[in-house]
């Protein structure tokens, strides 16, 4: 063949390309996301260009300030009307800017910030050859024991990496619960779950008990992902898109143009129940709900408790919003099917919760526990099907977020020659050795216990009235028997600090640097506030729970 052929047959193949268009991004309603991602590529660029001595301190301001002006421009977009009357989907219909996304955003940026104070904490570890240390490794590449951990411990070292890794999971965080497709609801979760799984494997002390809690967590997430994955190829195969609109549009029938392509697997309901039911998996599987909450204790005991408390919060909030926008804006045509099934998961969640977390004798195990209990409680509002249940769910989650972070934070405080002393024999006696700090545990307890004038009984209250209008009041009762039976364990936990002899070689309490007063002091005001006078949050959340659609 001659050189002119092959040169024809180039020009004759490459002629009808028609134009492709410019994707339309509006990135000012999507600059609470950038703002953080910004700023975590930044935190990359810090580890390569900074000396090593100034990284600490560019990095948690530079942290800091992301996550302030990112949740400044939440609160822009939302006194701009975007949450109610100019509510829309942005960025050629990857994500929705609407008042559930914009709230929960809200949260997850505050959650965040509380957490970044604990992470950069680094007065609690009496100082190592002349350096102060945090709760993260020397240096987390190496084995733990090694000569080379020695020398970086020696060295002075320190994994500030755990700032950018914090921000990228924020960033995936915030997209997750505003995400209006398949594809961009995927992203997300990977975005915010590998970021975590890193940090989980991090702790300066038990080395080895917080690589295995990581190595468990990401496994286990790897195969949830799988899951939802698999859910949305079916989810795709049943309705032809990948977008919210259009596979509620096939669920309710209403559906216009058919692609021919798809027209025979279009409709069939073998597709949609498997492919919901996957994807719901993967959500439940991050809320930390029963059956698919086996990662949960065992990652929140071995993980930095700094991190552990971020994740408690920070992942819930996230996960809830996606869960909440699948159920109400893609499947409100296939309640019905959904609604028995998370009836189930909110009974065996909040019993199996409650009573498992009797047997602990961890604390942060006990906590691990208590947050799957809360799941369930969560779920109840989310089964309500109703504007009150959207609302009361929102509502529970910001008040949920704060006391978890505070409480992990006190967690941290108590310390014998180990690190943290999280065995519960070693917390009798505290409230006579420090009662100041058993005091505000007691508060964060009580808050998780649902007792009145505290955040966590006007969330209770919320959600169990949304339950009970919505047609779920069984669902109530069972809530109610669960929150008794929690409410035990809780109180066990106070009498041990306030009634029990403190032991002669029992924990000693740290005192922790201005940022971790920061976190609990935030935990505890939120507690009472919202306990107190939780009207104009709920009014907030009132407003903010209409999802676009």
Known sequence: MSATAVHSLWTTAAEPIAKIDAPKIEYGQLSPTLIVVGAAIVGVLVEAFVPRKYRYHVQLWASAAALVVAFVAVVVLATHGYGTTKARIAAMGAVAVDGPALFLQGTILLAALVGLFTFAERRLDPETHGNRVDSFAAQAASVPGSDSEKAAVKAGFTTTEVFPLLLFAVAGMLVFPAANDLLTLFVALEVFSLPLYLLCALARRKRLMSQEAAVKYFLLGAFASAFTLFGIALLYGYAGSVSYGTIAQVVDGTVKNVDPALADTMGNDALLLIGTAMI??????????????????????????????????????????????????????????????????????MLGGAIVAITQTDIKRLLAYSSIAHAGFILAGVIATTPDGVSSVLFYLAAYSFVTIGAFAVVTLVRDAGGEATHLSKWAGLGRRSPLVAAVFAVFLLAFAGIPLTSGFAGKFAVFKAAAEGGAAPLVVVGVISSAIAAFFYIRVIVLMFFSEPRPEGPTVAVPSPLTMVAIGVGVAVTLVLGVAPQYFLDLANQAGVFVR
């Not at 992942?315 to 159920?327: D, E, N, S």
């Not at 009836?343 to 065996?348: L, M, S």
């Open 280 to 349: 719901v998996m993967g959500l439940l599987f991050k809320v930390g709900a029963v059956p698919f909450h086996m990662w949960t204790p065992d990652v929140y005991q071995g993980a930095p408790t700094p991190v552990t408390g971020f994740m408690a919060a920070a992942t819930k909030v996230a996960a809830f919003g996606a869960l909440l926008r699948i159920l109400y804006v893609v499947l409100p045509g296939l309640r019905w099917d959904w609604r028995p099934v998370m009836w189930g998961v909110a009974i065996i969640t």
